[in-house]
């Protein structure tokens, strides 16, 4: 029972069909009980594109009949009606579930773009959650359990060290807290950033210009990072050189 049951299948039902093989169903079917004898014991508001996918995976024999199909049974009449229109309104998958199946998707050589498509996100949000996919296991368990932020999570995903992601979040699941001036204390010694008094009189322009990367946050949280620091250093001290210079011309030392 769906607006759009009898649409031919769109050009993005394979890269879908990809998807669900790699990481598997995330978002359940919502379906409401039958009523009465001409229907289905129970009818589908919902997933025409999965079922379309899921037969394209049952005719390569990736999956075969017994298959199971997660699915939501939504009772309440105005929400089945709810659900003929929009996606999933029953049940809406949580952001640790998307992590967690972008990774798995990464695991098997699927594009950014072909997970954009398939799960209707704008590249950009791909990228930045394929970066979380990486982070420790129990940050997710954490994540869902809303025992961090999303925040939080990008914070910790930061820290080069996965035993002490894994460290930090299993201490907030054991109930002690999140800890979050561990890790930016961590970041703040382990890099180099804009907020450097040496780029007082350094601009972002004079160090690149002069060789330096830099590194942006791809969640635009934190301050940029400086990959070469001894190049900061060699700009600056030519700089406060030329400073001193004018200063000594006039006779202060």
Not at 23 to 43: C, D, H, I, Y
Not at 110 to 125: F, H, K, S, V
């Amino acid at each position: 029972e769906n607006l759009r049951y009898g649409e031919p299948p769109d050009e993005d039902i394979p890269t879908l069909a990809a998807t669900l093989k790699a990481a598997g169903q995330l978002q359940p079917v919502t379906v409401r009980p039958g009523r009465g004898k001409k229907e289905q014991a129970f009818m589908a508001l919902d997933g025409r594109r999965r079922r379309l996918a899921l037969a394209i995976l049952l005719e390569a024999g990736d999956i075969d009949e017994d298959y199971p199909v997660r699915t939501y049974v939504e009772p309440d009449p105005a929400r089945q009606a709810a659900a003929v229109l929009l996606t999933n309104t029953a049940v809406p998958v949580h952001v640790a579930d998307v992590i967690a199946a972008i990774g798995r998707m990464l695991k098997s050589k699927l594009t950014i773009t072909a997970m954009a498509r398939a799960l209707g996100y704008d590249e950009i949000e791909i990228k930045r959650l394929a970066v979380l996919s990486g982070v420790a296991p129990a940050a997710l368990v954490a994540l869902k359990a809303g025992r961090i932020t999303l925040r939080q999570t990008r914070l910790l995903a930061r820290l080069p060290d996965r035993q002490e992601q894994e460290d930090l979040a299993q201490m907030t699941l054991d109930g002690h807290g999140f800890q979050e001036w561990r890790v930016s204390e961590r970041l703040d010694d382990s890099r180099v950033t804009t907020r450097d008094r040496r780029c007082a009189l350094v601009d972002p322009r004079a160090y690149a210009d002069a060789g330096g990367r830099t590194e942006t946050d791809l969640f635009g949280e934190l301050p940029p990072v400086l990959l070469d620091p001894d190049i900061l250093t060699a700009v600056w001290t030519r700089r406060a050189r030329g400073i001193a210079a004018v200063i000594e011309a006039e006779g202060i030392s």
